[in-house]
Structure formats: structure tokens, C-alpha cells
């Protein structure tokens, strides 16, 4: 039988109503009517311009810096510009900026392949089937079994590094955030085998000539023992921040399985988190603190996310959807619960092994 699986065990509960596919649509009607859905050109010039000379000046102030153990605090900021070009790279793929397909692509391109060797057409991919299917356990691509776990249903499954991180991935998974941007990197690599991945030769010569550059100039301006530091650190803080950004939205909130998935407005509301904390948790966060708001609607432009959050929570309250959003520090401490919940069954495993 297709069974519908929300993790926790205790999920929130929906009350499913004739006519629930209509919701959305009436939601939808609100937002537009508060044009909400209108595009931003005035906010995204700033801001891409700001991003923009904050990269220039990153890469500046390396230079200007040289041969020093100050580096390693530039590699810091450039961490921090990097995951602000990513933030970037993911509204252009979400035509928040650009309503047309090809300045759309060569700009996400440009920015995340060239810019910071992140593959575009593998996140574009990845984040399209994550958006359509969140917290999906077959689905969504975030929440498969890889290193991590995310239910007591692949915790049980799991064979190798994840049955054996499993156990104490709570423990482990912001050390974990360490490696993140290196795997970012290479994921990007590893799909251009992909035939399903457009314009694979672009994407290529455009991700060497990023790896090229970025290692080329760090070992033109620092001696070996001060570059390896600095991509080291800067790396690793990438990873991390990147990792800090995504961990909120959806990590710790129910999980589905089978095919018998809620309407598009629950399927979205009730897998995602919103983060509270005001204008500097929007900087931080990119907006996707928002992330109710984002999934239901993908191409809102940034800025307008706080706006439509009034409107989606008092609709969820009307319609009697569960709506979730908390603090920061809480939202980590929701989805840590969470990794350690779902490894019990690997540490139930390894107390009974050791009884025996």
C-alpha cells in the first residue's frame, strides 16, 4: 500500500478539504493583487551591482595584502562574497531578475560557473526537483541518503559512511559543513557526465577557467605554505556559511515518501521553516529566510518576500495549514534534534551488537 510518511512520527496535521488545489489559486490571486509578483529591476541593479564591487574588492585587497598571515582574514570575506554571489546566482535561476530564458542562463553562467566554480546547470537541476518535491524522500535530490540521513526509514537502510556517521551526525554535521564547499565544487564537476545537463562544454571550459584563475593567482601572490592556508580557510568558511543558509529551510520539518503527497500549497508549507530576526538575517540569509514564502512562489523577487509573509501566515491560519517559523538559533537546534532522532535506530543497532 502508498503510504504518506511525515517525519517526525507526530506530523502536523492538515485537515485536507474538498477543493484544496484551489487554494493556491486564491492565494495566488492575493499576492497578485498586492502586486507582489512585479519585478524588482531597481533592486537587483543595486544589488548585483554591490555584490559585484564587494568580489572586485575582495580579490583587491588579496592583492594589496600579499605575502601575509592577514590573508587568511581576506580569505574570510571572500568566503562570506563567494556565498553572496551564490545567493545571487540562485534568484537569477529563479527568473526573479531576468523574465527571458537566455540572459537568464548566461548570467547564471557568468556568475556562479565563472565566478565562484559552481555549476549552474547542476544546481539548476538539483534545485528544480528539490522545489517540486521538498523533503520528498524519493524525490528531493536535499534529503536523499548520502553522508546524512534524514528519516528513521534510511537510517534503518543506510549502508557504509552513512550508517557509520549516522550515529552521531548531530554531533557531526556542522564539522561536516568544513568539506561543503569543495563538494559544491566538485558535484559541479562530476555532472558534467551528465547528458541531461545543457551546454556541458560551456559549462566546462567556463568551471577550468575558474579553477584555473582562482589557483593560479593565489599561488602567484602567496608562497605555498600561506596558499594552501588560505584555500583552506576559505573554502571551509564557504562551506560553512553556504551550509548555514540552507540548513534552516527545511532540515528538522516533516519528510514525505510514496505518492500520495499533499496539495502544492501544503506540499510547500508544511516541509519548509521561516527564520525570524529582521533586516540582518535577511542580509545574511539572502531572503531565503522567507522560505514559505519562496517555495510557493519561486519568481518573487526577493525584497517582496517579507511583504507576502503577512498575507501567506494569516491565509495558513485561515485555511488551517500549520505555518512554522522561529528564531535562528532555534531553527539549528529544530533540524540538530532532528539528525540525532533519525540515527536512534543506528545507535539502538550498535547497543544491541555490543549486549550481544
Not at 488545489?21 to 543595486?46: F, K
Not at 568580489?55 to 562574497?81: C, K, Q
Not at 539572502?286 to 498575507?311: C, D, K, W
Request: aromatic share 8%.
Amino acid at each position: 500500500m502508498t503510504t504518506l510518511a511525515l517525519i517526525p512520527e507526530s506530523p502536523p496535521r492538515a485537515p485536507r478539504r474538498s477543493g484544496a488545489e484551489g487554494d493556491y489559486a486564491r492565494l495566488l490571486r492575493r499576492i497578485s493583487d498586492a502586486g507582489l509578483m512585479n519585478r524588482r529591476p531597481g533592486y537587483y541593479t543595486v544589488r548585483l551591482g554591490l555584490v559585484g564591487v564587494a568580489f572586485v574588492a575582495g580579490w583587491a585587497a588579496f592583492v594589496l595584502v600579499g605575502d601575509s598571515w592577514w590573508t587568511l582574514a581576506v580569505a574570510a570575506l571572500l568566503a562570506v562574497t563567494f556565498a553572496q554571489v551564490a545567493l545571487v546566482m540562485h534568484d537569477v535561476a529563479h527568473r526573479q531578475v531576468f523574465r527571458l530564458r537566455l540572459p537568464t542562463e548566461i548570467m547564471g553562467r557568468v556568475v556562479g560557473n565563472a565566478g565562484i566554480g559552481l555549476g549552474y546547470g547542476w544546481w539548476q537541476d538539483k534545485h528544480t526537483r528539490h522545489h517540486a518535491n521538498p523533503n520528498h524522500e524519493e524525490l528531493d535530490p536535499d534529503v536523499a541518503p548520502d553522508i546524512l540521513v534524514w528519516s528513521q526509514r534510511q537510517a534503518r537502510a543506510s549502508r557504509g559512511a552513512a550508517r557509520l556517521i549516522g550515529r552521531a551526525q548531530a554531533f557531526l554535521f556542522f564539522p561536516l559543513l568544513l568539506l561543503e564547499g569543495v563538494n559544491l565544487h566538485a558535484a559541479g564537476v562530476r555532472a558534467l557526465r551528465n547528458r541531461s545537463v545543457k551546454h556541458r562544454r560551456w559549462e566546462g571550459a567556463l568551471l577550468c577557467g575558474h579553477f584555473t584563475a582562482y589557483l593560479a593567482v593565489v599561488f602567484a601572490v602567496l608562497p605555498a605554505d600561506k596558499a594552501l592556508a588560505f584555500l583552506a580557510v576559505h573554502q571551509a568558511l564557504f562551506g560553512v556559511y553556504m551550509g548555514c543558509i540552507f540548513a534552516p529551510n527545511h532540515k528538522g520539518m516533516p519528510t514525505l515518501t510514496g505518492e500520495n503527497r499533499p496539495d502544492f500549497l501544503r506540499r510547500q508549507v508544511l516541509t519548509s521553516r521561516n527564520v525570524r530576526g529582521g533586516v540582518l538575517i535577511d542580509f545574511v540569509l539572502g531572503g531565503l529566510n522567507y522560505q514559505i514564502e519562496h517555495h510557493l512562489f519561486p519568481s518573487m523577487p526577493t525584497p517582496n518576500l517579507r511583504h507576502a509573509q503577512v498575507i501567506v501566515r494569516d491565509y495558513c491560519a485561515e485555511i488551517g495549514v500549520p505555518y512554522h517559523e522561529t528564531g535562528l538559533i532555534s531553527s539549528y537546534r529544530e533540524a540538530l534534534k532532528h539528525l540525532h532522532h533519525v540515527g536512534a535506530p543506528l545507535r539502538i543497532t550498535d547497543r544491541q551488537q555490543d549486549d550481544g
